[in-house]
């Protein structure tokens, strides 16, 4: 019977007890069990609201228009599948995958694109086509959070990569601040700082070692790798870890006074082709970045290093798997733009 005088069905008193015994748990928890349990919550529900097919009745047609797009951007510029998988991994590690590094800056506002992890960033243009096309096809549907993780995997898969099926249904964001771009991993960060970073979005070790596998694709300006090859310590000005000749071919095109606003090194032998090239040069003492070095200063990231130069088959399975978890870290997003770069 309920306070009123009413009949309470089985179902209903069960769930009665489940909350009365909710509520003392509750009680008697640690304070940080029940934060950490709210966040596991938080998290459960961000992951159970991607799909793989999301969009399969509401815009069936999307995923094929951005392969198309992003496969002819490519055809024009080399550069796009750099710049498409960095600006998927800047955009979950700052407010999560939200698409807020998109956003442009306003008067009142410095955007993360204007951060200064983020000044190089480009191709920002292949999301807009993508989506000024897909509005053509389904307006209001498709999430520009959505077009980056998507136009990221076609950019990898065409490289030839791995391809992996993308969880779907990530909303934008409406707030983009250039200062909170610090929270990005350093180029110069040692493996502490690394870990620490990756494990607070709920990224391992294992997911550390994969996706630094992303910089099989792209280049570097001398200022990212300046740190080891000018006054590196005090007791060598080059970092003895990297190979000599390397080194050499570094201080050559990055002098101590350069002038080359462009200069810089591709990040691996093979640069618009997604493979395990960068692995094979790390192990070499060839890794362009502090962070690069890093992973050969852990027992555990170095035999993981070791085990992706040897087998591209076991990267590119590491690397989907991870890239899958990276891309649902939970945003904030609670709409879908109708333009990529500005707010309504």
């Known amino acids: 019977m309920d306070p009123n005088g009413s009949q309470q069905s089985p179902s209903t008193n069960k769930l009665h007890r489940l909350i009365w015994q ?52 490519m055809l024009n510029d080399k550069t796009v599948p750099a710049a498409l998988l960095r600006m998927h991994f800047h955009d979950c590690f700052v407010r999560g995958c939200d698409g807020s590094v998109l956003l442009n800056s306003t008067r009142n506002n410095k955007a993360e694109k204007d951060g200064p992890p983020n000044i190089s960033l480009h191709a920002f243009y292949v999301i807009d086509v993508v989506k000024k096309q897909i509005e053509d096809l389904c307006p209001g549907v498709v999430s520009c959070a959505d077009i980056v993780a998507l136009a990221a995997r076609d950019a990898v898969a065409l490289s030839g990569g791995p391809t992996w099926e993308v969880p779907k249904g990530r909303k934008d964001g409406r707030i983009s601040k250039a200062t909170e771009t610090r929270q990005l991993p350093s180029p110069t960060f040692n493996m502490s700082q690394l870990q620490q970073n990756f494990a607070q979005r709920g990224l391992s070790l294992d997911d550390l070692v994969a996706l630094s596998g992303g910089h099989t694709l792209g280049f570097s300006h001398c200022s990212s790798f300046q740190n080891r090859i000018h006054k590196f310590d005090k007791s060598h000005n080059v970092d003895p870890t990297l190979q000599a ?82 891309s649902s870290i939970s945003g904030n997003g609670q709409e879908v733009r109708l333009d990529c770069r500005f707010v309504r």
């Open 22 to 73: 909710t509520d003392l748990v509750m009680m008697a928890a640690p304070r940080c069990f029940i934060v950490l349990l709210f966040a596991f919550v938080l998290f459960s529900t961000e992951v159970k609201a991607l799909s793989s097919n999301y969009y399969d009745q509401t815009c069936p047609n999307a995923e094929a228009t951005i392969t198309k797009v992003v496969k002819k951007a």
């Open 245 to 326: 000749s390397f080194a050499a071919s570094l201080l050559n095109v990055c002098p101590a006074h350069n002038k080359v606003r462009n200069a810089g090194a591709t990040m691996d032998s093979t640069t618009t082709l997604f493979d395990n090239a960068y692995y094979k040069l790390l192990t070499n003492g060839k890794g362009l970045f502090s962070s690069d070095e890093a992973l050969l200063t852990n027992s555990r990231t170095k035999r993981l290093v070791s085990k992706y130069a040897s087998s591209q088959d076991e990267f590119f399975k590491a690397f989907a798997s991870s890239m899958i978890k990276m």
